[in-house]
């Protein structure tokens, strides 16, 4: 999981400063000191209607800003978003749903390696979207650029589940793997060792004996749950708990509304 994450931090980085320098090759600014989200939040404003007034402009660039660096809206930036932006607004519900199924889905982990796995999952699939269209002559630098922050923006956001996943506890009170076999073995051995055994005698008994003597049972052995017991039932009791909507459909959603515009189309103008 480790090398996922750095290869994708890595890629990221390195299409980041690509597409900043075509940007500034093809505006003519290779001095500038601008970033990414500089030509965005220009791009941003260049997109308002040409009756919004420069108040209205800086407001939808602001708010654009906040969500490009990961900031939470405000219930009044949401519905501001909603009236100037709608495709914007809806891009940010669908990225919320499938945050929350991933949220979800990683509270019904089974084990620690099951929610690294899941991790390991989702940014993949951010890494294999970007590595799809990086070499597609027919998608524009600019175009990339937006493909580039969009995935950024979804990594940030499994990142700040998993960091908040951890951060409750839930994440050490899973059993790695190990441990599942562990206490999988050792609630078969308690079970076989509740059942009463009658002693095994060397030599047969005589008839008169027979009638005399009853079979003696020896009693069950009391069964305490090791950690590693405890720590599996929890997490499988956990595993059925609020099944919610389906995580693949959630993320077919996400990807299907991210890539719903004619990707060979990029909304930021090169040129200026």
Do not use: W
Not at 91 to 98: D, M, N, R, T, Y
Not at 182 to 195: F, L, P
């Amino acid at each position: 999981m480790i090398t996922m994450m750095g290869s994708m931090g890595t890629y990221m980085k390195n299409l980041k400063l690509q597409t900043q320098f075509q940007i500034k090759q093809d505006r003519g600014e290779l001095g500038s000191h601008k970033s990414l989200e500089d030509y965005i939040n220009i791009t941003n404003a260049k997109d308002l209607p040409g009756h919004e007034n420069d108040k209205d402009r800086e407001k939808l660039s602001g708010i654009k800003n906040k969500l490009l660096q990961g900031g939470k809206l405000t219930a009044e930036e949401r519905k501001y978003l909603q009236a100037k932006d709608p495709e914007a607004y809806q891009k940010l519900k669908v990225s919320e749903q499938e945050q929350k199924a991933f949220e979800q889905r990683l509270r019904q982990c089974r084990t620690k390696e099951e929610a690294q796995r899941l991790k390991m999952t989702y940014i993949n699939s951010s890494l294999v979207t970007l590595k799809s269209v990086e070499h597609n002559s027919a998608i524009p630098q600019q175009k990339k650029l937006e493909i580039f922050m969009q995935e950024k923006q979804r990594c940030d956001r499994i990142e700040e589940s998993s960091r908040e996943f951890v951060r409750r506890g839930d994440y050490d009170r899973l059993p790695t793997e190990a441990e599942e076999t562990k206490a999988d073995k050792d609630a078969q051995e308690a079970k076989e060792a509740q059942r009463p055994k009658v002693p095994e005698r060397k030599e047969p008994l005589k008839p008169a004996e027979k009638r005399k003597e009853k079979p003696t049972e020896e009693r069950p052995s009391v069964h305490v749950e090791s950690r590693e017991e405890k720590k599996v039932k929890r997490a499988r009791a956990n595993a059925h708990r609020n099944p919610g909507p389906g995580f693949t459909q959630v993320v077919a959603a996400y990807h299907a509304n991210i890539g719903q515009a004619d990707i060979t189309k990029s909304k930021i103008d090169a040129k200026g």
